[in-house]
């Protein structure tokens, strides 16, 4: 079959979007291919169509393990035999795949790039024949994009043990300089870069000044009705303002990081299927999910760059039809993103006394290496030697990335399990049982993850005495507790106190540096109004047009100014007071800012009189 006869009898999809055509040619020719395609642009095909053409294997390595999950569902449903590994599984289900890779059985198989640092898995990889090497969301290869996964960096070491096997490298997002990376480090040999353009002809890109974001977004919220999401800076803020929402008629939700497994999945499942629903969430939400109806996306806190906000509001509209970015903005958001920034930017001092205090505290003289695992309790560590929690955190995040340290089972949530059968167990007397049996049901059957500090928060104990009476339980066997605040790694090289000094903290201060950039690009983009958003926005990217959008709110202000003017307001006031709501609804394609600035100049003119906190009434 042809790629297009496969398309249509496996997909059902008439014709390819470009380029996908060009790039699975490229792929079937057994070239290195770079392929950058828009959020929706239909990268995963590009891998899924050659794996069913080939004879070997199509390994893909993706970052996300929720998605691949979904991807394997959906591609077995289709009759392709695909698989993943991931952690969650164990040893012998593993084995039983590989198998299958090695018999022919499977075509597709889906792994996390943490999976490359197994020399099981290398050596099994060895015997299996292997036909391509996808990597989705390539950009997580650079340490100058804004997901690093180090484990990508291991990706490279398969070509020599798959010396002639073609490489797909796939993203959404690239500046220039991410590209020439991800040729880098993936070593692609002369690659066919297919750049296919950022444009997506039903999203608009907005900035609306905002002094009162909850206000702001009951009337965009009302404005663009459908599913939607909003972004904000942290967990706390997800629960306010879900809450706020909900107290004002809307279907919400929140999201975050720290949430459990099951409770993530659950909400991403009712999310996706509601037609309704508004989520609210830190940067954790969304990446990969598939919903093709979210009509709006917003941010009220200063998104961390360009790279990762384009990302974002990409999530809206892959359906197609009309959606918008909107990004709620007020002068402070900077100030604010910049504090915070700096709040947790450890010094030189700061970061070669970190480097010090861990040293002494696994006690490991100058020049040793050691093959021990360590542990260190971090919120231990630095109550000990009086250091920022989100310093000693970032540190060791470093140390990671440039492979110093290797972590260990790193996890945002710790995970647990009970040991002992139920009845052995007075729940009566101990509450911190009959808590996890409540809770976390299955939890006798499977690891499960837990949260300290809700735990902490439930029973009026103290984090740290719920973490010593588990640490307690899980020495005498009762339960397997595996405590996210325990840091577990290894050292990959021998402690070298100068290079703490000099090199490594020069490599620290320089994704600092760039980090801050990103930051200010950002702000930057917020704050002028003068150029298209979408060119702009693009440019940034290195798609340089000379093409208004005409739809972000700086090229509708320019077309609405010409055709809303005092004269509507006046008509309209002449039907009796009106609040500003009111008014704001009345005319709801017209931008906010030039309403609110007529309304002023016609309050300035005595024509019109504020009447009580927020209605206003013709002076006739
Ligand atoms: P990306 O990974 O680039 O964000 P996906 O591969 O997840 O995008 O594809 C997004 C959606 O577009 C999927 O629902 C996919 O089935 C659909 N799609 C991909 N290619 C085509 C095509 N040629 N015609 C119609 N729909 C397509
Ligand atoms: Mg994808």
Redo the contacts with the bound molecule.
């Keep these: 079959m042809t790629p297009k006869e496969i ?1 249509f009898s496996y ?1 059902n ?5 470009t380029p ?1 055509e060009e790039i699975i040619s490229s792929v079937l020719n057994g070239k290195d291919t770079l392929a950058i ?9 590009c891998y899924q169509i050659p794996s069913i053409i080939f004879e070997g294997l199509t390994l893909v390595i993706s970052p996300l393990i929720a998605l691949m999950k979904d991807q394997v569902q959906n591609l077995q449903s289709k009759g392709i035999s695909t698989a993943y590994i991931t952690s969650e599984l164990d040893l012998n289900t593993i084995g039983k795949i590989l198998d299958d890779c090695q018999n022919n059985k499977i075509k597709l198989l889906y792994v996390s790039p943490e999976r490359l640092q197994s020399r099981l898995f290398i050596e099994r990889l060895k015997q299996i024949k292997i036909s391509l090497l996808a990597v ?1 969301e390539a950009h997580c290869v650079s340490e100058w994009g804004h997901d690093f996964r180090p484990a990508y960096h291991r990706i490279s070491r398969l070509k020599t043990i798959l010396p002639k096997v073609p490489i797909l490298a ?1 993203t ?1 997002t690239a500046t220039e300089k991410i590209q020439h990376e991800i040729i880098q480090k993936l070593e692609l040999e002369n690659p066919a870069v297919f750049n296919s353009s950022l444009k997506r002809e039903n999203l608009s890109y907005n900035v609306f000044l905002s002094s009162d974001k909850k206000k702001d977004l009951i009337y965009y919220l009302k404005k663009y009705p459908g599913p939607s999401i909003i972004f904000v800076r942290n967990r706390k803020l997800t629960y306010e303002i879900s809450n706020f929402l909900s107290q004002n008629g809307f279907d919400t939700d929140y999201f975050h990081a720290k949430l459990t497994k099951d409770e993530k999945e659950q909400k991403q499942q009712d999310w996706t299927l509601s037609n309704t629903r508004i989520m609210v969430s830190t940067n954790a939400f969304g990446m ?1 999910i ?1 919903k ?1 109806n979210v009509r709006t996306v917003f941010h009220i806190d200063l998104p961390q760059g360009i790279e990762a906000y384009y990302q974002e509001v ?1 999530r809206a509209g ?1 359906d197609e039809q009309e959606a918008s970015g909107i990004y709620l903005y007020n002068p402070d958001d900077r100030i604010q993103a910049e504090n915070i920034f700096k709040a947790n930017l450890p010094s030189q001092q700061d970061f070669v006394k970190i480097s010090n205090c861990l040293f002494s505290q696994l006690q490991l003289a100058e020049g040793e290496l050691t093959e021990m695992n360590y542990q260190l309790d971090i919120p231990k560590f630095v109550e000990k030697f009086g250091l920022n929690l989100k310093m000693v955190l970032q540190f060791l995040e470093f140390l990671n990335t440039k492979e110093i340290i290797q972590q260990k089972n790193y996890s945002q949530n710790s995970t647990l399990q009970i040991l002992v059968s139920p009845h052995t167990i007075n729940l009566n007397e101990n509450k911190i049982f009959d808590y996890l049996q409540r809770h976390y049901p299955g939890i006798y059957t499977y690891n499960k993850e837990i949260s300290e500090s809700k735990m902490a928060f439930d029973l009026h104990m103290s984090i740290s005495d719920i973490r010593n009476s588990l640490h307690d339980y899980h020495k005498n066997g009762t339960i397997n507790y595996s405590d996210r605040f325990l840091a577990r790694f290894r050292f990959l090289v021998p402690r070298d106190s100068t290079a703490f000094k000099n090199k490594l903290w020069k490599d620290f201060e320089s994704i600092q540096v760039n980090n801050w950039k990103r930051l200010q690009a950002m702000a930057y983009y917020a704050e002028q109004n003068t150029i298209c958003r979408e060119r702009l926005l693009f440019g940034y990217f290195n798609q340089k047009s000379d093409e208004n959008c005409g739809k972000c709110d700086i090229c509708q202000a320019k077309t609405h100014s010409k055709n809303f003017n005092s004269n509507d307001l006046i008509d309209y006031l002449k039907e009796g007071s009106k609040t500003q709501a009111e008014i704001l609804s009345k005319f709801i394609n017209s931008p906010k800012d030039k309403i609110v600035e007529e309304l002023q100049y016609l309050i300035d003119e005595m024509r019109v009189q504020p009447i009580g906190f927020d209605s206003y009434k013709l002076i006739e």
């Design positions: 398309l997909w999809y008439p014709s390819f979007k996908q395609l828009p959020t929706g642009g239909g990268k995963s095909l989705d796939l959404a990969g598939d093709p990409g892959r």
